[in-house]
């Protein structure tokens, strides 16, 4: 539960941080081993189902699904539900998923010291939502990057530090994406994070290309709220793309709100969706260890439903072999 910054300003302390972010990007692939498998061999992907009204289809089996890794179909050996759905227990469910590990990654820049009372109480009522979480890891940046991870019971503790900060520096948006995977890589079970910022960043070590092939080399689902409406038109335009981006290569989404209505709005379906997700598992019929990327592409059987959509992670990296590690380039 330690917290403190990991990145700061200027000087060495950034310089340490910028070469272990960039290194952490740079072997991604080889991580995605840990990530991505339960033991060493099941390949797990979270899948959103909705219907035509946006709303999550929660009633579906394991025998509905069909998942093709580089256009060959494979056989599920994973499968964990999505919401109760009617006449289901909700405490059923919750029993049969993986734990939920949230993270929150905070925009505290000087650029969001207009939306960040309103940025707040909404993570305050969207965290307090998700019961069943086990930890929430707070990651609050501006120039600095800051974690910290609480536990279920430190609820009160949460809540105290993310009002405490002011806003204030520039804005290292990728930087805190990166400390956030690398300190959670190993946890086990479903991980969501819930990124609030202006979008604009302005400090960040990490490259958007970096930032996103990080993402593609873990299993977290992210979800942004952005508060654009204050950036100019081609700064928006570029903003939006971006973080948009940053969601659907997890299976994520991205929101705008231009009103507190749409915050709420947002967060309701943030947590719809969370609760809706499927958990599927399957062993590759591709036993090859070559570090590649393998693309995914998760299918319903139901002809009834072929107005529902799929949201899922488009691919993922394979195991790399150690001596394949050993021969990269200096």
């Known amino acids: 539960?330690?917290?403190?910054?990991?990145?700061?300003?200027?000087?060495?302390a950034r310089l340490v941080t910028a070469a272990a972010l960039l290194m952490w990007a740079w072997s991604a692939p080889v991580m995605a081993q840990e990530i991505f498998r339960s033991g060493v061999e099941t390949v797990r992907v979270g899948?959103?189902?909705?219907?035509?009204?946006g709303q999550p289809v929660a009633t579906l089996a394991r025998e509905d699904f069909t998942i093709f890794e580089d256009g060959r179909p494979q056989e599920l050996r994973l499968f964990a539900t999505g919401g109760p759905g009617e006449g289901v227990d909700?405490?059923?469910?919750?029993?049969d998923r993986p734990p939920l590990h949230i993270g929150l990654l905070f925009d505290t820049s000087g650029s969001m010291a207009t939306d960040l009372a309103m940025a707040r109480s909404a993570a305050v009522k969207f965290c307090n939502m998700l019961q069943r979480a086990e930890d929430i890891t707070l990651v609050d940046f501006d120039t600095e990057v800051r974690v910290a991870r609480f536990g279920a019971a430190d609820f009160p503790r949460f809540v105290e530090r993310l009002r405490t900060r002011k806003p204030d520096g520039w804005t290292a948006l990728y930087d805190a994406l990166g400390v956030y995977l690398e300190g959670t890589a190993f946890q086990s079970g479903e991980?969501?994070?819930?990124?609030?910022?202006?979008?604009?960043?302005?400090?960040?070590?990490?490259?958007?290309?970096?930032?996103?092939t990080a993402l593609k080399a873990s299993d977290v689902t992210?979800?942004?709220?952005?508060?654009?409406?204050?950036?100019?038109s081609r700064e928006k335009l570029e903003q939006r793309?971006?973080?948009?981006?940053?969601?659907?290569?997890?299976g994520g989404l991205a929101?705008?709100?231009?009103s507190r209505q749409d915050i709420d709005q947002a967060y309701r379906q943030i947590q719809a969706d969370v609760d809706g997700r499927y958990l599927l598992g399957y062993v590759s019929s591709n036993q090859a260890n070559d570090g590649t990327w393998r693309t995914l592409d998760v299918r319903l059987n139901r002809t009834d439903l072929k107005s529902a959509r799929i949201r899922t992670r488009k691919g993922y990296f394979a195991l790399l072999r150690q001596e394949s590690i050993a021969a990269r380039p200096e």
């Open 241 to 250: 793309m971006r973080l948009t981006q940053l969601a659907e290569a997890t």
């Open 191 to 212: 991980k969501v994070v819930v990124a609030y910022t202006d979008g604009g960043d302005t400090r960040s070590v990490m490259s958007f290309s970096d930032a996103l």
């Open 255 to 258: 929101f705008f709100p231009t």
């Open 1 to 12: 539960h330690g917290d403190g910054p990991v990145a700061t300003g200027d000087g060495m």
């Open 90 to 95: 909700a405490a059923d469910v919750a029993d």
């Open 222 to 232: 992210v979800y942004v709220v952005g508060f654009l409406e204050r950036q100019g």
């Open 47 to 53: 899948v959103a189902v909705v219907d035509k009204a």
